[in-house]
């Protein structure tokens, strides 16, 4: 909850996050700098890999805007629709400055917290772990007890 605190109260947070999709018979992994808002909007850019370096994007309030010259980033929505797989950062700032803590527990070095996205069956769940500094390190997605999204995240600071 400290860690919460001092989101909300941040004007703006960045991180270097590394998020892979999971379709059950494919996955695609790719990495991402981030800047998340006051008010939890964030801004991308696609650094890797190569083939799709330099798309850039935005996610304010659950609507997306993705900008490219020539080149288009084509993945299908996971969770029947609900999201995509540029959107693994902004769900990781959704969950931590506001989602419904279900359970925290301490795994080793790290504090896990699970938070649920609703409370529906189908409610899209993230499980975030925190590191001793209490920045986040990584975060599972799950849809119907099934991850669909994992992000690695580095460098994350609070401004």
């Known amino acids: 909850m400290s860690f919460r605190a001092k989101l909300l109260a941040a004007t703006s947070c960045s991180f270097d996050a590394t998020v892979t999709a999971d379709y059950t018979d494919a996955t695609y992994t790719f990495v991402m700098s981030c800047v998340g808002d006051g008010d939890g909007d964030l801004e991308f850019r696609v650094a890797e890999p190569s083939s799709i370096s330099g798309i850039t ?20 929505l996971l969770a029947d629709g609900q999201i995509t797989p540029v959107s693994a950062p902004w769900l990781l700032l959704k969950c931590l400055r506001g989602g419904y803590v279900t359970s925290c527990n301490q795994e080793g070095d790290y504090l896990r917290i699970t938070v649920e996205d609703g409370y ?14 209490d920045c986040p390190v990584r975060g599972d997605f799950l849809w119907k007890d099934r991850r669909i999204l994992s992000i690695e995240v580095k460098d994350f600071s609070i401004m």
């Open 57 to 76: 994007g935005t996610i304010v309030r659950e609507e997306g805007k993705l900008t490219f010259d020539d080149k288009a980033l084509a993945f299908s």
């Open 120 to 133: 529906e069956e189908d409610a899209l769940r993230g499980d975030i772990w925190l590191d001793q500094h």
